[in-house]
């Protein structure tokens, strides 16, 4: 059976509601390849996430997971715990259908099988490592901090920036013409590409991750501000923290820039994958603009980026794309940074 007609759509939309527009905008000769490490990166994330069953058990969970992407081992998965406390259906679906996903990736092109399981190989280490360092959701008191900067780059170059990596090169193997940027270089804006959309989601997540005994700012920054990572869990800490918090809104911003700079170096032939970027890096340029403007320790917001604005973006993309001029200015548009 050809893996490239049997991607679950219906599963990848319930997963996720707008890197799934992203990967439908892909051309059929890379498409089923990026959804399925996607959907299996999902997978892994899901177990790693699943809190209410003990770390030890997530854990042998994830790397019987990894052995099995690797093509290390064929022992059944055997989930029935771990589908059983999901309370999403989404993500109860991804690890009862896991044996599915797997089926496909053995029957994926060896070359593209070869990137995929690389790429899942540095996610699943990244998942690993955090669940070494923060283990179960803690007590106020028992919260746990990155201790510096090189971790939470580190972290988020396993996590995400290696995907940048993966679709880089899937992509100039199998779609012409080959960018003219050196590879090196491409990959390099690749890996700050999806370094900056996961440290978006950190700096957004802060609230919820402190409440669950996790505190992904460097803790020697934290110090420096007089902080501990245990006084984010009061609001009226804000204004200290600010200063960290804004040098790492600008960090994120540096590597979006990065991945906008990538997008512009893929050839105008490659339409669809260059709105497929797009999207992400305009998304995750939206979502900074609100983290500046709100209070950020304050547990009860939800910041996400409305459906309306959502469609604002799209409609904009489409738009600006058939004029070069508009289109590599639309990131600095008033949209989606506030004059």
């Given at each position: 059976?050809?893996?490239r007609?049997s991607?679950?759509?219906?599963?990848?939309?319930?997963?996720?509601?707008?890197?799934?527009?992203s990967?439908?905008?892909?051309?059929?000769?890379?498409r089923?390849?990026?959804?399925?490490?996607?959907?299996?990166?999902?997978t892994t994330?899901?177990?790693a996430?699943?809190?209410?069953?003990p770390?030890?058990?997530r854990?042998?969970?994830?790397?019987?997971?990894r052995?099995?992407?690797?093509?290390?081992?064929s022992a059944?998965?055997?989930w029935?715990?771990?589908?059983?406390?999901?309370?999403d259906?989404?993500?109860?679906?991804l690890?009862?259908?896991?044996e599915?996903?797997?089926?496909?990736?053995?029957?994926?092109h060896?070359?593209?099988?070869a990137?995929?399981?690389r790429?899942?190989?540095t996610?699943?280490?990244?998942?690993?490592l955090?669940?070494?360092?923060?283990?179960?959701?803690?007590?106020?008191?028992?919260?746990?901090?990155?201790?510096?900067?090189?971790?939470?780059?580190?972290?988020?170059?396993?996590?995400a920036?290696?995907?940048?990596?993966?679709?880089?090169?899937?992509?100039?193997?199998?779609?012409?013409?080959?960018p003219?940027?050196?590879?090196a270089?491409?990959v390099a804006?690749g890996?700050?590409?999806?370094?900056g959309?996961?440290?978006?989601?950190?700096?957004?997540?802060?609230p919820?991750?402190?409440?669950q005994?996790?505190?992904?700012?460097?803790?020697?920054?934290?110090?420096?501000?007089?902080?501990?990572?245990?006084?984010?869990?009061d609001?009226?800490?804000?204004?200290?923290?600010?200063?960290?918090?804004?040098?790492?809104?600008?960090?994120a911003?540096h590597?979006?820039d990065?991945?906008?700079?990538?997008t512009?170096?893929?050839p105008?032939a490659?339409?669809?994958?260059r709105l497929?970027c797009?999207?992400?890096?305009?998304?995750g340029?939206?979502?900074?603009?609100?983290?500046?403007?709100n209070?950020?320790l304050?547990?009860?917001?939800?910041?996400k980026?409305?459906?309306?604005?959502?469609?604002?973006?799209?409609?904009?993309?489409?738009?600006?794309?058939?004029?070069?001029?508009?289109w590599?200015?639309?990131?600095?548009?008033?949209?989606?940074?506030?004059?």
């Open positions: 059976m050809d893996a007609g991607i679950p759509w219906p599963l990848l939309k319930q997963t996720s509601r707008s890197f799934y527009l990967l439908r905008w892909l051309p059929a000769a890379v089923p390849q990026l959804s399925l490490a996607y959907l299996l990166a999902r994330d899901t177990v996430d699943t809190e209410l069953v770390v030890e058990r854990l042998a969970a994830l790397a019987q997971l052995a099995r992407i690797l093509g290390e081992t059944p998965l055997h029935g715990e771990l589908a059983g406390r999901q309370s259906a989404a993500e109860r679906a690890l009862e259908n896991a599915s996903l797997l089926a496909l990736l053995a029957q994926t060896p070359d593209d099988q990137l995929i399981r790429v899942l190989d996610i699943t280490s990244g998942q690993v955090d669940l070494q360092r923060f283990g179960s959701p803690s007590h106020p008191h028992q919260l746990q901090a990155l201790r510096h900067r090189a971790e939470l780059v580190d972290y988020t170059f396993r996590v920036g290696c995907v940048g990596d993966f679709w880089t090169r899937l992509c100039r193997a199998h779609l012409r013409p080959v003219s940027l050196d590879i270089q491409h804006l890996v700050n590409f999806g370094q959309l996961q440290l978006v989601n950190i700096l957004r997540d802060l919820r991750d402190l409440r005994g996790r505190c992904y700012l460097p803790a020697d920054e934290l110090r420096e501000a007089g902080l501990l990572p245990g006084d984010l869990l609001p009226r800490n804000e204004a200290r923290l600010r200063p960290v918090y804004e040098r790492w809104l600008a960090h911003r590597w979006l990065d991945g906008w700079r990538y512009l170096a893929l105008t490659w339409h669809r994958v497929a797009a999207l992400p890096i305009l998304l340029i939206k979502t900074l603009a609100k983290l500046q403007e209070a950020i304050n547990p009860d917001l939800r910041l980026v409305t459906r309306k604005e959502l469609r604002g973006i799209l409609w904009r993309m489409l738009l600006c794309h058939p004029w070069p001029k508009h590599q200015q639309l990131p600095v548009s008033s949209f989606f940074v506030k004059p």
